[in-house]
């Protein structure tokens, strides 16, 4: 019995003297969340990496939103502005096939007094595509479509001609960093990686569209004040997970 007593002392002191280094461990994961060291002798982690390029492309909608009192009348005039836009932009050499008109819709329209509602008549809308293949005439083609009478601007998309090719080596790029983390933790278990079990591309990362900042006043659009485009750089990100071999 004494023996027993004196075993089960000598198994808690030894498990006591353990729970410091099982802390330590628990809070190096924690500060890792990307790095995974399973029981199977593999460890899994994520690898991100991002190029930055200057655009040299961009997508403008932009469109009309007229109200009259019938719903042809409404229609007939935002398709005359339409048209006469399109016109425009072909003059300063944007191909037919680069102007792309989306989401036509009418309906029916309402003002407020007092809280009370009253039907004055029916909006119709439209919206131009144009992309747009030299960066530099995108504030010129804003300033067509407004002065063609465009009267609403949703927003400029950057957009590089490289994209697939930057993509291709920020993945690479994700996977040196994944590498990385999986040999600084290997290293940290007295181990040695092995090989490559599985890759896993993230494919929501494939992210390379950025906004541009038009710069326009909104009595721009009535004054015709000149529309400028503040490009930067873009953002081109991949992102994958590996798991790799542990020996």
Do not use: C, H, W
Not at 30 to 41: I, V
Not at 106 to 118: C, K, M, N, V
Not at 203 to 228: C, K
């Amino acid at each position: 019995m004494k023996k027993l007593v004196i075993l089960l002392a000598l198994a808690l002191v030894l498990t006591l003297s353990a729970l410091p280094a099982l802390a330590e461990a628990e809070d190096d994961t924690l500060a890792n969340p990307d790095l995974t060291l399973n029981s199977l002798g593999t460890i899994e982690v994520d690898g991100r990496a991002s190029v930055l390029v200057e655009p040299d492309r961009a997508v403008i909608t932009f469109g009309v939103e007229l109200t009259e009192d019938d719903a042809q009348t409404a229609q007939t005039k935002a398709n005359e502005n339409i048209n006469a836009a399109v016109e425009a932009i072909k003059a300063l050499g944007v191909e037919a096939s680069d102007i792309q008109t989306d989401s036509i819709s009418i309906r029916r329209a309402y003002s407020y007094t007092d809280g009370e509602e009253r039907e004055i008549g029916f909006t119709a809308s439209t919206q131009l595509n144009v992309n747009v293949r030299d960066l530099t005439q995108a504030g010129e083609i804003i300033d067509a479509g407004i002065g063609a009478g465009l009267n609403t601007i949703d927003g400029v998309t950057l957009l590089s001609s490289r994209q697939a090719e930057l993509y291709n080596q920020a993945l690479e790029q994700a996977y040196q960093n994944a590498y990385a983390k999986a040999e600084l933790l290997a290293k940290a278990a007295s181990a040695e990686l092995r090989g490559v079990s599985s890759i896993t591309e993230d494919a929501n990362s494939y992210s390379y569209i950025a906004r541009a900042n038009a710069t326009f006043a909104e009595d721009s659009l009535a004054s015709g004040g000149s529309t400028s485009i503040s490009a930067g750089k873009i953002e081109i990100s991949a992102a994958l997970s590996a798991v790799f071999i542990m020996g």
